[in-house]
C-alpha cells in the first residue's frame, strides 16, 4: 500500500459506566482504500465510529487528520472535517425532495433567497455523475431504500467528505441493490475516498474491503490486508477462540419429519392483498421450514399472515388439521403460534419493562387480563429462560433495553418458549446480532424441530437457512414461487429459484 | 414524477380552501338580507381577525418542526392586559406598550423555546405551564378589565384605510370598503413568514425537522438552535399578534382570548399542516383563519345560537380534519408499503 | 463513607422519594407558618382544621390524578380535557335532577339516575378522546384539547347558560356529609374510588398491560394485547373518573356551573402525576406516588390561599412548579447536573 495514510487513532480510549467500550485502540486509514472494520456485538465498532464522528468525546488518544491533529466534538465538526456517515437506517427526510435532502444546510443562495433552479440542476448534475437513477425532485419518501442510501452517499460526496463511514449500510438491502452499492463505492474509491465499512456480512467484507481491522472486547485484535486473511480465522479472531461450533452444527441432525398426523400449518390460498398475493403452505410437526427470497419478496408478509399480525382477506388456515380463523395476533398465540418479529427494537421488546416482564408478557397476554400470574411464578419462570438461554443481564429486573442486542433477543425468544408453542416463527432472529449468539440461536433451533416443534425460520444469511432448514419456499416479489428440499437444497439452486424468475417476468 | 406527499398536503389545502368557498357562498345566499354580501363582511373577516393570522403563523412554524405552542391564548391575554395597564394605569405612550407586548411574547418564545429544544422536554407540558403561568400572570397584573383610551393607541386601531371598491347601500348611497392598519401588518407578515419557510436555509430546516429530527442532526443543522429560533420567532409573533388582537379589542381583562390556541391551532390544522410535524404552510394557515371568522361570523348573524356553537363547531371541524389528516396520511402509507413489495 | 452514600443515593432514587419530600416541605413550610396546623378539633360533630380541609378539598383531585396516571402510562400524553368533563358530567346531572328547571327544591328525577348519566355522558367524552388517541394515534394533548375547549361550551348548552341549582338535601351528601359522620364524604368517595383501582392492579394485568402498551405499542399487539383497545379503555376510565369527581364537585355546590366546575384541575392533575415521579413520556406508572402527588397539590393551594393569593393568580405558581418539575425529570438536565458535579469532583481529585 503505497497511498498516503489519511486518518490515524491512536491509543483510543472511552468508558461508559461499569463498561470499558474501548481501550487503547489504532485505527488507520488510507487515502482511496475500502477498510473493514469488523468485531462482533459489543466489540466497540460503533463506539469507535461514535468517537470519530463526535458523538462521543474520547477519555483519551488522540485523531491525526493526514498529519494534522484535530479535535472532533459535534457531528457538525466532523462533517466540516470532511468525515461524513451513512448509517444503516438512512438519515434524510422523507418529507423533502431528493435534491433538498443532498443541499439540505447548504442550499445554493442567490440575492440572499434559495435558488431552487439551481439546486435541482447541480442535483441532476450530481446524481448523474454518480449513476444514481432517480429524478431531483422526487419525493424522498418515494425512493426505495437502496435509492436513499446512495443519495446519502451523494451528499457527502458532494460535500467534498474524504473520509466516508459506512455503516452497516447493507442490512436491508438485496443482492442487486449491494452491488449497485458496491459499484459507487468502487467509483469513489477511485477518487481517493478512504472508506471505513461496518458489516456483519462476511461475504461482502471479501468482495470489496482492502485492509481489514478487527476488535475484540473493546481491543484492537490486529489489521490485515483481506486478501492474507482466510474466512476461518477471520472468524476466529472475532470469537477470540477456536471456532468448531459451526461444525458441530452442521454435522448435527435435521428435525425428525412427522408426516402422519395432520401438519401443524396448512395455509391454502391464504393472502393478505396488497401484501401478499395467496400461497400454499405445509409445515409439519418437527420441520424447520424456511422462507427465502429478496428483501421486501414478502418473506416477513407471508408469516405475519399466517400469525394474524396482518389480518388475512383470503384463503384458509387449518391448525392440526382444524379450520381456524385468525384476526388478531391473540388467536394465533391460543392455537399455540409464537412470532419472533423482525425488528427487534421497534415490535420485540419492551425496552422500559424487566426481563422478568419482558419473558411472561405473552404467557400473561394469552392467559389474560384477569389471571395475573402470581410474583413467584413470573420469577421462576424468568429466572428459568435466563439460566437457559444464556441470557446475561444483571439480574431479572433489569430494563431489557439495556441488555445487548444478542440478549434482547434471547429474552423474546424465551418469552415466546415460555407459552410453549407448537409453531415457532423466527423472522430475522439472527440479524445484527454477534456471531457466537448466532450460532446459539442456530443450535436451539433444531434442538426445538428435535423436541417436534414446527418451526418457520427466515433469514438474509443463506448459509444459515442451509445449515438449519429441512425444506425452503421462495418468495418473489410478494408471492410463493418454489419450494426446494433435499437435494435441491443448495445455494446454487437456491439463488436460481429467487433470480430464476426475473427474466421470464421481463419476457412478458 | 411529481411529489406525493406534496400533492397530499395540497390535496388538504384544496379541501380547505373549497371549503371556505362553500361556507361563504352559502352565507352571502342564506343571509343575503344581513349583509353578508357585502364586500365589507369579507373584509371584516381579516379586521377582526388580524392578530389570529399573526399568531396562527407562529404557531405554524412550531408546528412545521412537529412541535406546538398551546400558551398563545393566555399569553395574548397577558400583552393586551399589561399594554392597558400601562397606557391606561402608568400614563405610558402605545409605543412602550407595543415595546413591551413584543418583548413579552419573545421571552415567552426564548424562555419556552429553551425548555423544549435544548433541555428536549415535551412541548406540550412546556406551554401548557406556560399558558397557567400567563393566564395567572395577566390576574396579577390586573383582576379587573380596563378599556383603552389612549389616544395613539385607538388611532392606530381605527385609521380607515379606504379601499378602492365598495358597494352603494340600500338608499342609495355609495360606500367605501376599508381596512384597519392591523391587517395590512398581518398580511406582510404573512407574506414575509410565507417568504421565509420557502426561500431560507432556516425555513426549510424547519421541514427537515419536522421531517426526521434525528436526520436533520446527522445532516449537519443545528437542529436545536434552529427549533428555538422557531419558539423564539413564534413567541415574538404572538407578541405582535397579541397587540393586534388588542387594537381590535381595545381592552385588556383576565378571560380574554379564551381558547384561542385553539382556534389557531385549529386554523393550522385546518390549512393542511400536519400535526406530526414536517409538512405544512402558513396560506393554509390563513384560509383555516377565514373558515374560523366564516363560522363566527354565521354564527353572530344568524342571531340565535348562543356563542358558544362557534367553539364547538370550530372542534368538530378541528375533529374532522384531524381524521381527514390521519385518513390521507394512512392511505399514502398504505400505498407506499404495497409499492415496496 | 462510601456505603453511607451508595445508601443515601438509594433512598433519593426510591420512587416514591420525591412526592414525599414535596410534601414534606409544604407541611413544614404550613407548620412553621401556623403552628397550629395539624391541629383538628369537632365542632357540631363534624371534624375541622387545616389537614382536614386539604384532606377533604384533594378528593376531586386524588380521582382526577388517578385515571391521569392510567391514561399517561398508556399513551404517553396527558388528559387535558379532564376539567371540562367534569363540567359537562355536573351540567347532565343537575340538569336531569332539576328537569330543566333552573332552580328547585325537590328532585325531578332519581339521584341515581342523574348521577349514572353524568357518569354515562363523562364516558361517552372519554370514548371520544379515546377513539382519537388509540385509533388515529393523534397525538393525546391535542386530541384532548378539542374537549378542552369544547367541552364547556357542551356544558353551557346542556344547562342552557343558566347555573343550574338543586338545592335538595339529598344531593348535597356526596359534597357534605353522610348523616352524623364526621368526616366529608369526598374522602370516602376518594378513598373508595382508590382501593378499588388498587384491587383491579393487584388482582388484573391491568397495570402490566398498560406499562406494556405505553412502552411499545406494536410490540404490545404482537405478543397478543390489544393496545388500542388498551390504550381507549385508559382514556375512557380516565374520564368515567372525572365524571365522578364532576358529581362530587356539584354536589359540594349542589349546582353545576359550566364555567367553574373543575377549572384549572387538568393542570393540578398533571402536575400530581409529574409530582408523583411517573414519567409524563408514559410507560411505567406509580399510582401512591400519584395520589401523594395529589395532596400535595392541595396543600400548596390552601397554603397559598392562606397567604392570600387570589384563585385567579394560583396558576402562576403551580406552572413554575411544574416546569420545575419536568426540568428535573429531563434526562439532558440531569445530565448537565450531573456534569457539573462530574467536574467538581475530578478537580477534587486533582488536587
Redesign the interface.
Known sequence: MSQPVILTMKQISKAFPGVQALNQVDFCLRQGEIHALMGENGAGKSTLIKVLTGVYQMDQGAVWLEDRPVQIRS??EA??LGIS?V?QE????????VA??LY????P?KHG??DWKESIRRAGALLNKLSIAV?P???L??C?LALQQMIAIA?AVDMNCKILILDEPTSSLDDEEVAQLFALMRQLKQAGVGMIFVTHFLEQVYEISDRITVLRNGERVGEYDTSALPRLQLVAKMMGKDFNDLAVIQAAPKGQVDSTSPPVIEARGLGHS???KPFDLTIHKGEVVGLTGLL???RS?TVRTI?G?DRPDQGSLKVNGRPVKIS???DA?KLGMA?L?EDRK????????SVR?NII??L??????????SRKEMEEAADRYIELLQIKTPSRETPVKSLSGGNQQKVIIG?WLLTNPDYLILDEPTRGIDIGTKTEIQKLVLELAGQGKAITFISSEIEEMLRTCSRMAVLR??AMVGELAGDQLTQAQIMQTIAGGKTVQEDK | MKSKKLSRSGLLLAITIVLFLLMYVSGMLIFSDKGFAKPQMFLNLFISNAGLIVIGCGLTLVMITGGIDISVGSVTALICTVSAFMMENMGLSAVSALIASLFIGLLFGVVQGYLVSYLEIQPFIITLAGMFFARGMTAVVSTEMISIKNELFLKWAKTKIILPFGYTNKKGVYIEAYIYPTVVIALLTLVLIALMLKYTRFGRALYAIGGNAQSAVMMGLNVRRDKFKAYALDGFLTGLGGFLFCLNSCAGFVEQAKGLEMDAISAAVIGGTLLTGGVGGVVGTLFGVLIKGTIASLITTQGTLSSWWVRIALSALLCFFIVLQAVIGSVGSKKNRAKLV | MKQKRFSWQRLVHARLFMPLVCLAVVLLANVIRTPDFFKISLNNGVLYGYLIDIINRSSELVILAVGMTLATAASGGQDISVGAVMAVSAAICCQILSGGEVSVTSLAAPIILAALAGVVAAALCGAFNGFLVAKLHIQPMVATLILYTAGRGIAQLVTRGQITYVRVDAYKVLGGYIGNCPIPTPVFVALIVVIIMAIILKKTALGLYLESVGNNGKASRLVGLNSALICFMAYVLCSILAGIAGLVASSRIYSADANNIGLNLEMDAILAVALGGNNLGGGSFNLTGSIIGAYTIQALTTTLYAMKVSADQLPVYKAIVIVIIVMLQSPIFRSLIAGMKHKRTVTVNEK
Open positions: 457531528p457538525q462533517l466540516s456517515t448509517y438512512v438519515n434524510l427526510c422523507p418529507n423533502l425532495t433538498e435532502n439540505l444546510g447548504r442550499e443562495v433567497r434559495i429524478s425532485s422526487a419525493m419518501d418515494e426505495s451528499r396488497g401484501t401478499i421486501g419478496s414478502g408478509e400469525y399480525a388478531q395476533p391473540l398465540m412470532y418479529p421497534k415490535e420485540g421488546i419492551i425496552p422500559e419493562l416482564e408478557l405473552a400473561q397476554a394469552k392467559r389474560g387480563l384477569f389471571h395475573l400470574m418469552r416479489d410478494g
